[in-house]
Antibody
Framework: QVQLVQSGAEVKRPGASVRVSCKASGYPFNNYYIHWVRQAPGQGLEWMGVVSPTGGSPIYAQRFLGRITMTTDTRTSSVYLEVSSLRSDDTATYYC?????????????????WGLGTRVTVSS | EIVLTQSPATVSVSPGERVTLSCGASQSVTASYLAWYQQRPGLAPRLVIYDASNRATGIPDRFSGGGSGTDFTLTISRLEPEDFAVYYCQQYASAPWTFGQGTRVDIK
């Protein structure tokens, strides 16, 4: 079945970096964009950015510019999110999610398949 | 950036009743590229409605979406126990994609 499997929970010190992975299976990896969304404890959803599985420049939310990097590996059908200069307010669950429509449709799509999330805790 | 404002923040409803949630956009959402997600405690969000009015795969027909431009709604016609959750609207018409702050549907 179509699924996104994310890496396990992380605990990091302030100022460190974290890399979260998201491995896709059950569908043609190259055909769908992957987004990253995060959720701080007890808070709402926050869109971080989107990346094409085959390369090209990701689109990042303004507030994360310079601090996040999204990359892909088509050999393993995986997408990665790296967040640097971690702060306590980066403590959150990070989700990867796939768009509903194929890239070839050239229209935007909602997010129909979600990973289970990766909990990142930033604490000294 | 398109700001989405959901109302109410919380609504208490009895099972079997009907509820309508609202999502207002700070500017028109092109082509009604608006989605609704359901999130139960401890779980990932689940797509309920896309393109303002289309039910996602596996979503029962008691869920319906409507609206266009800057005003959108999600209606649940007969609440089942599994429907009590937080619902988020999201626009994907223009970057940055944005979410509303969520509406919690509680059991009365």
């Amino acid at each position: 079945q179509v699924q996104l499997v994310q890496s396990g929970a992380e605990v990091k010190r302030p100022g460190a970096s974290v890399r979260v992975s998201c491995k896709a299976s059950g569908y043609p990896f190259n055909n769908y964009y992957i987004h990253w969304v995060r959720q701080a404890p007890g808070q709402g959803l926050e869109w971080m950015g989107v990346v094409s599985p085959t390369g090209g420049s990701p689109i990042y939310a303004q507030r994360f510019l310079g601090r996040i990097t999204m990359t892909t590996d088509t050999r393993t059908s995986s997408v990665y999110l790296e967040v640097s200069s971690l702060r306590s307010d980066d403590t959150a669950t990070y989700y990867c999610a796939r768009t509903l429509v194929m890239i070839s449709a050239v229209i935007p799509g909602a997010l129909d398949v979600w990973g289970l999330g990766t909990r990142v805790t930033v604490s000294s | 950036e398109i700001v989405l404002t959901q109302s109410p923040a919380t609504v208490s409803v009895s099972p079997g009743e009907r509820v309508t949630l609202s999502c207002g956009a700070s500017q028109s959402v092109t082509a009604s590229y608006l989605a609704w997600y359901q999130q139960r405690p401890g779980l990932a969000p689940r797509l309920v409605i896309y393109d303002a009015s289309n039910r996602a795969t596996g979503i029962p027909d008691r869920f319906s979406g409507g609206g266009s431009g800057t005003d959108f709604t999600l209606t649940i016609s007969r609440l089942e126990p599994e429907d009590f959750a937080v619902y988020y609207c999201q626009q994907y018409a223009s970057a940055p994609w944005t979410f509303g702050q969520g509406t919690r549907v509680d059991i009365k």
